[in-house]
């Protein structure tokens, strides 16, 4: 059941949306680490083992895993490093990022380590991603995931990425995937049903903090990516409206995705708050999730 705080936001944004929308299972899904080895290559493997892999249409190395004989995670590719478990609209907010080789590249919130991964991957191991988490447990899942799948041009760093000026570094892009509510996770986490205006309460000022401090380390010129796995305005649209105010960027256009949502709770915002992206469950087979990509002027 949803929370009446969900509910009654819900039932504005998306007339007809259920829980049973939310909470159904979706396909896992794969991507092929190509620092390790060819995508045909993989693909050829695991079908031998029994898997049946469908091209994700929008993801460049993404694939659904329709057919499991056992668990993903149980192979020996895995174990290699061969490819990585991940949403693929996870896999896409690296693209949005589109990081090249030889760029000095913010991961703002790195644990446990799939963008991380998959930016250092873009790259061909070239340049240097400086993946910022806070937390010492997950940095050490974060640590295993660099060394399993072969990158070598990332630089892990345990702090808070509001101090990450403390660097004195500026970057070419810079990726946020934010803490959120988590509302866009119920296919795999039934407590996302769950969440009240506390719980957004408490993570808004956190957000906010993170994406002026983030784009504060942006060189002119600098593409960010700001992403969450949240259904809600208010940590997707609504935030950006007032922080594009505040600082002058630019949204940039993203081709895949549904628009972003221009009048939330019937409020209108800029029109090109729609060059945002979102993902549901119910129509791209994702998790819930919200893209932004954003230039920091060369004034």
Not at 10 to 16: E, H, I, T
Not at 279 to 298: D, E, L, S
Request: aromatic residues 8%; positive net charge; contains cysteine.
């Amino acid at each position: 059941m949803l929370s009446g705080f969900l509910e009654k936001r819900y039932s504005v944004l998306f007339p007809g949306l259920t829980g049973e929308m939310l909470t159904r299972p979706l396909p896992q899904a794969l991507r092929v680490n190509t620092l390790r080895i060819t995508e045909g290559e993989l693909v050829e493997r695991l079908q031998r083992r029994g898997f049946e892999l469908e091209k994700v249409p929008w993801v460049r190395h993404g694939y659904f895993i329709r057919r499991a004989p056992f668990s993903p995670g149980a192979t020996p590719e895995y174990l290699l490093g061969y490819y990585y478990l991940q949403d693929p609209a996870s896999m896409y907010a690296c693209e949005v990022l589109d990081p090249r080789p030889g760029e000095l590249v913010l991961d703002a919130a790195a644990a446990p380590g799939g963008k991380t991964t998959y930016i250092a991957q873009l790259m061909q191991n070239r340049g240097c991603v400086v993946a910022v988490e806070v937390n010492r447990q997950r940095i050490r899942a974060l640590r295993a995931s660099v060394m399993r799948l072969g990158v070598e041009n990332a630089i892990l760093v345990r702090m808070d990425a509001r101090e990450v000026s403390e660097l004195g570094l500026l970057f070419d892009r810079v990726l946020l995937d934010a803490p959120c509510t988590g509302t866009g996770t119920a296919h795999k986490a039934r407590e996302a049903l769950t969440k009240d205006e506390g719980d957004l309460r408490n993570l808004l000022p956190l957000q906010r903090s993170l994406m002026g401090a983030a784009y504060r380390v942006l060189r002119p010129g600098g593409v960010m990516v700001y992403a969450t796995c949240s259904l809600l305005p208010e940590e997707n649209e609504l935030l950006l409206q007032d922080f594009l105010e505040e600082t002058g960027a630019r949204m940039m256009k993203i081709k895949h995705g549904s628009p972003a949502l221009d009048r939330p709770y019937g409020r209108s915002l800029r029109k090109d708050i729609k060059r945002a992206r979102r993902f549901y469950p119910w129509v791209h087979n994702t998790q819930g999730f919200f893209v932004a990509k954003i230039q920091k002027p060369y004034r």
